[in-house]
Structure formats: structure tokens, C-alpha cells
């Protein structure tokens, strides 16, 4: 896992204009996803600085977050994803629980 600040972006977000404004501003990548979703991650410190360079562009984030993001995802299926998910859902649960992360892709 790594400690980083994500930045989640609708599709349809200029990619162009995201990607210049969020290097600029320090973000270490921007990801495009196959539905056309952008991705923005950051280092945890410049995680503030990157947001409101985006923010003051207009650009708004779906979800803007400091997170652990896994470096590989685990994917399951079928009755391995069902456990899975079981699994997570009881962790979230407990109420000593604050957070939960996974590299599992359901």
C-alpha cells in the first residue's frame, strides 16, 4: 500500500487541462480509467496545494481523499468474492474499526 492523496474525477473532466494543472501543482500521476474516469494521486503533503490548484480551475473532485491505495490488486469472484466481501463488511462494522483497506477486487 502506499500513503498517498487521491483525487477521483467524472468522466467527461478535460483531461488535458486536469493533467497540466495537477503536475504543475505537484501531483505525481493522473490516471485514465476505462470509463473515462481521471485519477489524480499525490504525495500526502502536497495533497492541499494540488486541490485548490484544481479546485480554482474549476475542476471538482468527486471524492478528494488522503488514503492507502494498494500497489497490486487480488482479484476474486464468484463465492471467493462473496466471502470477500462478507469479510470486509464485517471489519467495517466493528465499531474499533476505523478504516479499511483492501487490495481486493470484487
Known amino acids: ?37 481521471l485519477e489524480v494521486l499525490t504525495p500526502v503533503p502536497d495533497f492541499p496545494r494540488v486541490q485548490d490548484a484544481l479546485t480554482q480551475a474549476g475542476l471538482k473532485a468527486e471524492i478528494a481523499t488522503v488514503t492507502m491505495r494498494p500497489e497490486t490488486e487480488t482479484e476474486f469472484e464468484g463465492e471467493q468474492a462473496e466471502s470477500m466481501q462478507k469479510l470486509l463488511d464485517a ?7 476505523q478504516e479499511v483497506f483492501t487490495n481486493a477486487s470484487l
Open 1 to 37: 500500500f502506499k500513503h498517498c492523496g487521491q483525487m477521483l474525477f467524472a468522466p467527461g473532466t478535460n483531461e488535458d487541462q486536469l493533467m497540466e494543472i495537477a503536475l504543475d501543482a505537484g501531483a505525481e500521476d493522473v490516471i485514465t480509467h476505462e470509463d473515462g474516469s
Open 91 to 97: 471489519l467495517e462494522n466493528l465499531d474499533d474499526v
